[in-house]
């Protein structure tokens, strides 16, 4: 059955320091695989995406996530973080492929420190 | 960029209500739409499947009498708690999906409140 896991609960990073979320997945075929912020309250807005090519995939707000086949991996990172950053931050895979529904993770909250 | 309009985004009712959710695709066609549930610190887990024109796809352990589903249109769907109780007390979240993209296969709306008291 296709999952997905999201080891670390909540990290806290201090602004201006690198930040590496980290999401491992399990999936029969070649996974479609997407990373979501929420902000309290709110909906999900998608950072960036993985279908198929380039396994380094850059999103907006300076994110991007590396694709790693043999280690079922799918990390988000961002070289510096904003105060701004701070969310929840959910990994996602494709159970049916880019048009099927999606299988989230548990969820990475983020605290930045000023 | 493709917008999800979901409404009411807070409501609060008493015990026995039935609540109805919306969820529009403002300016891309859904042949599918998704509706999800968020429990307070939790994931979003897959509710249901909505398909135009067609019954909804429901999840395992989701009563589909108490989550009415209806996808009328290419535009809208909607979700109908019928009889709330307190433990129906969450936040939903719809998504559509623009049958004409595949890049970005869904749509978030951002979602609905729901308390019941």
């Known amino acids: 059955a296709q999952s997905v896991t999201q080891p670390d609960i909540h990290i806290t990073v201090s602004e201006g320091a690198s930040l590496e979320l980290r999401c491992n997945y399990s999936y029969g075929a070649t996974p479609y695989l997407f990373w979501y912020v929420q902000s309290p309250g709110q909906g999900l807005q998608l950072l960036l995406k993985?279908?198929?090519?380039?396994?380094l995939v850059q999103g907006i707000k300076g994110f991007e996530a590396e694709f790693k086949r043999s280690q079922s991996s799918f990390n988000l990172r961002k070289p510096s973080v904003h105060w701004r950053d701070a969310a929840e931050y959910f990994c996602a895979v494709g159970a049916g492929g880019s048009q099927g529904n999606l299988i989230f993770g548990k969820g990475t909250k983020l605290s930045v420190k000023p | 960029g493709a917008v999800v309009s979901q409404h009411p985004s807070r409501v609060i009712c008493k015990s026995g209500t039935s609540v109805k959710i919306e969820c529009r695709s403002l300016d891309f066609q859904a042949t599918t739409m998704f509706w999800y549930r968020q429990f307070p610190k939790q994931s979003l887990m897959l509710m249901a499947t909505s398909n135009e024109g067609s019954k909804a796809t429901y999840e395992q352990g989701v009563e589909k009498d108490k989550f009415l589903i209806n996808h009328a249109s290419l535009t809208l769907s909607t979700l109908t708690v019928t009889s709330a109780h307190p433990e129906d007390s969450s936040f939903y979240i719809c998504?559509?999906?623009?049958?004409?993209?595949?890049?970005?296969?869904?749509?978030f709306g951002d979602g609905t409140r729901l308390s019941i008291l």
């Open positions: 993985y279908f198929s090519g380039d396994t």
């Open positions: 998504s559509a999906r623009d049958r004409r993209n595949r890049d970005q296969p869904q749509h």
